[in-house]
């Protein structure tokens, strides 16, 4: 971290300040300009909030040079990390497919979805059962009877299990009955969740929150590892900007970005970032050429009758057909996707 | 909500839309266009999700008309909602000056400060005893110690508690200790939070999420009305733009909007807004010639030093040079701000 | 400007570097932390790029910590500037209120609306004779026809004329013509034309881009203060965010923010900001307690029949209320509001 | 268009409304909801602001069906346009690549960079000789000398040659000299240059907004159409968004979004969006698969001594490595580069 000091800072001042930093257990190198000072810290800042100093009279600038996140950043931990979910993983090679419908909505049609995914080489199952709705009026989900219907689409299909957890009350129950916990952009700083999730050793699927930055991202990546649990799998999704002709704008930058600041896998949910399903395709090979670990798309067996999201849902034709350039392109990428037939376990 | 229908849809797939629409209990209206047909729908639209026509293929946009909020709607309440916070309100003529350190770090701390706000006219205390900071290795807050210090203060000069819930595991503390629970940026579609402190008849103080829309904002008050509790008051705090050069941008044409729009109060916290001291007498005179019904305003006996947010904070001294000024301004816009005398119950 | 080497840079590379540096006339100081090594940059940097040395792959980042502005700067210009326009001044203890339609449509017009802002109190006239239009199949203005009738209503009224400048063509016909040249949002980083404005001695009003930080938006100004002319005024008329429910944000922590950076005056349009003429009252009297040094505001005598942005407008008795308002306030922040007895000179 | 009429307006009001809209020339249909009248404008409303009913005080909400575009519009032109640009084509199988440094500084840099370039796979030189740089003390460009430049370096390698234009008065030269003009970022909405442009027949690369919307920017390719010139090609070069760790976020989503609504083609400059050279791969990767016809990079042969933007750009050997894999990236789609062999002409 390094401080810079206003003009005419005096040096009773400047010693005040040394002595403040160095009470904290940091050692100060000076530095001089022509014009200014300079005040470098030195020692561990990971914990320390910029914004501390910025209140002292005499600083015009904080800058911190070090990044905040240790657990998660690449420097530490120079090897891709591969996350195992269920008996698939995600980070290595082979891409993590996680399709399904936006929500659970029976029995039947979640297993019959289910069996038409592993079909067309999906490798994960996902499908709502706690639905984060803008308003209080809309369909929230089945709940726990959601669950237990992902649990037998499990268990018909051998697919692992991705779904969204919204309320620490539920915690327990998720890691009795789901392979990977997905935390929505919405929660994405709901700090509280994150330290749960934590706790636990299931594997954790963190969307990016629709305004958070890179360091945000990898900052609440770290509450939930610096909890205990490194299985963090980071998802792009879109971020808000003006531009309102799609539902948010697919940052694929993200995915190389975050290649770079962290080892962590991350995957590209194309279908919320766009929110129109003749946008899936692109974004998805997107995320597969810019170095994506995997993807996560909505298939809906009946989009025009979804009870939720159904405008960005493939088809499971579509979905089938999408896959096929999927694996070709992996393949061109010198990666895989996982087949079908390898997944099913029973 | 108006359907737009594509180009050269046929008649009989109209007609299966339209029986699709009136078997959700809605009457269909057609209008015809030299291009184009569309569908009016008829009847209580507020919690259907209109992406849900979006998916079928005739369909080229829906429109919504109506608003999706009921309850925090001024159409259906056009007086100025008034809430009741310990033995003050706010909404009414008088503004509620919220006062008081970014964390609650030590009783002293707390009590002295607090007795500076209440002669400087503030008329509640504000506090975090549970801090959501974006590092996990940053101080969390003093948790229900700080809390208890809260209660001390309050006990000491009377004024009514305002401190942040980030977790529905202490509700119920909350309920018993607070005057009002403060729901922050990063958990304002926190919806599990919502429903739980709408469960309560605790004031609730919503502040807006920082890439929150106004609509989405007031879904957020919808949500916790609709759960049972009618009194919400909303906090405009800065919103997330490209502009780097403040902390978020105060978007001070939040207030006449939602006083358009919702009869509901709302406050405006230049202090967050702004992340840093100089720019809090602007945000704050600009949120009371807006028509704000209140401000929140940080403040630390000794800014250099506080454990958190110290650059946005100010001295007792400056607080109560701008409280002046703001009882002035109340004045001049025919309104006033309780006088600290009237405020004292011991 | 600070460079932050990556670790284990060798010795003869920083040595290379640093003469790099030094050989574009600069002296380098070093400065070592526990793990990283930093080059401080001394000497004039002011017309230096940052990102030049991000090129070099021994470096890390590039921190800069002088202004890249310098004729703007507040520090190397205390005092506030006062541009005289007309007969009038703008930047000291009187507000400048400019106020007129979006598109003057004929003489009858543009004069009878003069002389009613003159009789509620404007100071300036301001009237879109060349427009900016989103359609190019949208009226794009009377141009040299509608320049003659804003000068036939200043001979009318004496009040001075604001309008916008789109081409660098009519630089000679405008300074001739008119009293202040607006430089509009869209055009804000078009250099061609700052440069050509920056050739003449009459005074620019430079309105923010849509999507302009701070830094860029005075950078702009040192264009045309680099080129000569030092008679500059910024308007802050709203940028470009995620909310749509205005029609833009209007950021008014701009004005304390740059009364901070910057000696130049600064006004509020909080007409084109909001874009609703019942937003204009709180974007006005917000500005005005902000310490802005003036306002425009659109008023147009028949808003419902207006060629442009009629729903933004005022009709001249709304005018007439809000500046009785405006007039007030500015005594409450010890400023004022010229009589308009005192503005006419026929 | 679809006009919304407030609750309760008077039959008397609506009739007087009616007239005012059949007074230009388009007929009115009504419709009526249990709450609420519509009035629905039939005829050609592309060039009629929705804004101007806005002001209405009978009106609460306008809505424009139809879009505002129409030379422009997929819907009018079905077919892909292909734009031939020298000997070249943009917009059909071949993708054309656009390569070349920031700025040209010298007659052997451009030379020396053109032949590489070539060898590489481009099919298009790029070079600046008119920069527009945010600092007025940074390089502003060679200028006409920089022209002159360009074209020996065409006509060393024969390659078309691709150069911004930022003033009017350089129009003629840039219709003699060069074989694209580019229209950067921040005049997209320079709309005096866009009809000036619109009056040559030189094709012209017209680059998105920093905050333009797709509206926004197919209204600026509208401009050039409606002045006479068809031959437009859009460029998606990121925008400004919240996200500060890239200097822009690319817009995948923008390509699969223009080829819905335009015939126009479009091309992806991955340099300019993620400003840093690791991030090029993945952008320009993306924007194949994304379906862009064609790609823009910045390659220079020393990038840490570039006079300008030297860190995102690529080396020759770094630019023939991704052209490799963009080759067979291109037929993965079913489409291809243009081989450095055909299109030598000396």
């Given at each position: 971290m390094i401080i810079v000091l206003k003009q005419g800072v005096t040096a009773s001042a400047i010693k005040e300040l040394t002595n403040r930093i160095e009470s904290q257990g940091l050692a100060v190198s000076h530095f001089t300009d022509i014009k200014r000072e300079f005040l470098g810290l030195i020692g561990?800042?990971?914990?320390?909030?910029?914004h501390q100093w910025q209140?002292?009279?005499?600083?015009e600038q904080v800058i911190r040079v070090?990044?905040?996140?240790?657990?998660?950043n690449r420097k530490f931990h120079p090897q891709n990390s591969i996350v195992s979910v269920g008996d698939q993983t995600i980070g290595g090679d082979r891409l993590g497919i996680i399709a399904g419908p936006?929500?659970?909505?029976s029995e039947e049609q979640i297993v019959t979805i289910a069996k038409q995914l592993k079909q067309a080489g999906a490798n994960f199952l996902r499908g709502g059962a706690f639905k984060p709705r803008t308003?209080?009026?809309s369909f929230q989900g089945l709940e726990l009877e959601g669950l237990k219907m992902l649990q037998t689409a499990k268990a018909e299909t051998g697919l692992p299990i991705v779904t969204e957890l919204?309320?620490?009350?539920?915690v327990d129950q998720f890691v009795e009955s789901v392979d990977m916990i997905q935390i929505g952009a919405r929660n994405m700083q709901n700090f509280d969740l994150l330290k749960e999730v934590g706790r636990t050793q299931t594997p954790v699927l963190l969307k990016r929150g629709l305004s958070a930055t890179y360091k945000e991202w990898l900052m609440s990546a770290e509450y939930i590892m610096a909890a205990g649990n490194d299985n963090v799998i980071l998802c792009e999704r879109g971020i808000r900007t003006?531009?309102?002709?799609?539902?948010?704008?697919?940052?694929?930058?993200a995915v190389p970005v975050m290649k770079e600041l962290s080892h962590l896998p991350i995957i590209v949910d194309p279908s919320h970032a766009g929110g129109?399903?003749?946008?899936v395709e692109a974004g998805a090979k997107s995320g597969v050429v810019a170095g994506a670990d995997g993807l996560m798309i909505e298939v809906h067996n009946d989009p025009a009758n979804a009870w939720s999201d159904g405008e960005q849902c493939l088809t499971p034709d579509e979905f089938s057909s999408l896959m096929e350039k999927i694996r070709s392109l992996a393949i061109f990428e010198g990666r895989s996707v996982a087949e079908a037939s390898t997944i099913l376990t029973n």
């Amino acid at each position: 971290m390094i401080i810079v000091l206003k003009q005419g800072v005096t040096a009773s001042a400047i010693k005040e300040l040394t002595n403040r930093i160095e009470s904290q257990g940091l050692a100060v190198s000076h530095f001089t300009d022509i014009k200014r000072e300079f005040l470098g810290l030195i020692g561990d800042t990971t914990g320390m909030d910029p914004h501390q100093w910025q209140a002292s009279p005499e600083v015009e600038q904080v800058i911190r040079v070090a990044d905040p996140y240790k657990r998660a950043n690449r420097k530490f931990h120079p090897q891709n990390s591969i996350v195992s979910v269920g008996d698939q993983t995600i980070g290595g090679d082979r891409l993590g497919i996680i399709a399904g419908p936006c929500s659970v909505e029976s029995e039947e049609q979640i297993v019959t979805i289910a069996k038409q995914l592993k079909q067309a080489g999906a490798n994960f199952l996902r499908g709502g059962a706690f639905k984060p709705r803008t308003s209080p009026y809309s369909f929230q989900g089945l709940e726990l009877e959601g669950l237990k219907m992902l649990q037998t689409a499990k268990a018909e299909t051998g697919l692992p299990i991705v779904t969204e957890l919204m309320s620490t009350k539920w915690v327990d129950q998720f890691v009795e009955s789901v392979d990977m916990i997905q935390i929505g952009a919405r929660n994405m700083q709901n700090f509280d969740l994150l330290k749960e999730v934590g706790r636990t050793q299931t594997p954790v699927l963190l969307k990016r929150g629709l305004s958070a930055t890179y360091k945000e991202w990898l900052m609440s990546a770290e509450y939930i590892m610096a909890a205990g649990n490194d299985n963090v799998i980071l998802c792009e999704r879109g971020i808000r900007t003006f531009e309102t002709g799609t539902r948010n704008t697919l940052d694929i930058q993200a995915v190389p970005v975050m290649k770079e600041l962290s080892h962590l896998p991350i995957i590209v949910d194309p279908s919320h970032a766009g929110g129109m399903s003749y946008l899936v395709e692109a974004g998805a090979k997107s995320g597969v050429v810019a170095g994506a670990d995997g993807l996560m798309i909505e298939v809906h067996n009946d989009p025009a009758n979804a009870w939720s999201d159904g405008e960005q849902c493939l088809t499971p034709d579509e979905f089938s057909s999408l896959m096929e350039k999927i694996r070709s392109l992996a393949i061109f990428e010198g990666r895989s996707v996982a087949e079908a037939s390898t997944i099913l376990t029973n």
